[in-house]
T-cell receptor, first 115, second 115 residues
Framework: AQTVTQSQPEMSVQEAETVTLSCTYD???????LFWYKQPPSRQMILVIR??????QNATENRFSVNFQKAAKSFSLKISDSQLGDAAMYFC????????????FGQGTTLQVKP | GAVVSQHPSWVICKSGTSVKIECRSL??????MFWYRQFPKQSLMLMAT?????????EQGVEKDKFLINHASLTLSTLTVTSAHPEDSSFYIC???????????FGEGSWLTVV
């Protein structure tokens, strides 16, 4: 079975600084997708970034980028120039091959941004 | 873009009664939808996979007779919590898979309080 682990329950960053959230996963599949979702207090799930396992290039979306290490099964999220609006709970998620849409989530990391 | 609507956003019901939550894909057909449960400051726990025209697939430990799922059309899945008890109080959120490689959209979620 696939598992996703986020070992940092809480993280804190100063506004305008950079922070990295960690995520590791376990799977026997070679083809899969990885995601980072943001969940603000409204509880709406917001897709931050997505990475296809077959792509070696790390995904980037404006201030958000990932460090995808397939061999190490690691998928960290880097937030640059942190803003107050980035404060939220962040979830790393995995979905296996077959385009099922069935997401397996990590435990989540609560990010605090200090002004 | 694609939108998934969930209704109601908030519901309070008396212990022993049943309550229904709807998950609707507004501009795409979703043959597969997913229901998650989330306790405060915790991750999303997959409860079941809702398949259009067939029985839902429940995750281990989820009581299928208590959490009834119906996916009668390509745009609507419903979750009915039967004989609700206070411990069923939680945040319930659905997701739907759209066309495209693992394109997944989330509803806004529903807060259930059983008194």
């Amino acid at each position: 079975a696939q598992t996703v682990t986020q070992s940092q329950p809480e993280m804190s960053v100063q506004e305008a600084e950079t922070v990295t959230l960690s995520c590791t996963y376990d799977t026997s599949e070679s083809d899969y997708y990885l995601f980072w979702y943001k969940q603000p207090p409204s509880r709406q799930m917001i897709l931050v970034i997505r990475q296809e396992a077959y792509k070696q290039q790390n995904a980037t979306e404006n201030r958000f980028s990932v460090n995808f290490q397939k061999a190490a099964k690691s998928f960290s999220l880097k937030i640059s120039d942190s803003q107050l609006g980035d404060a939220a709970m962040y979830f790393c998620a995995f979905v296996g091959s077959g385009n099922t849409g069935k997401l397996i989530f990590g435990q989540g990391t609560t990010l605090q941004v200090k002004p | 873009g694609a939108v998934v609507s969930q209704h109601p956003s908030w519901v309070i019901c008396k212990s022993g009664t049943s309550v229904k939550i709807e998950c609707r894909s507004l501009d795409f057909q979703a043959t597969t939808m997913f229901w998650y449960r989330q306790f405060p400051k915790q991750s999303l726990m997959l409860m079941a996979t809702s398949n259009e025209g067939s029985k839902a697939t429940y995750e281990q430990g989820v009581e299928k007779d208590k959490f009834l799922i119906n996916h009668a059309s390509l745009t609507l899945s419903t979750l009915t919590v039967t004989s609700a008890h206070p411990e069923d109080s939680s945040f319930y959120i659905c997701s739907a898979r759209a066309e495209g490689p693992n394109t997944i959209y989330f509803g806004e979620g529903s807060w259930l309080t059983v008194v």
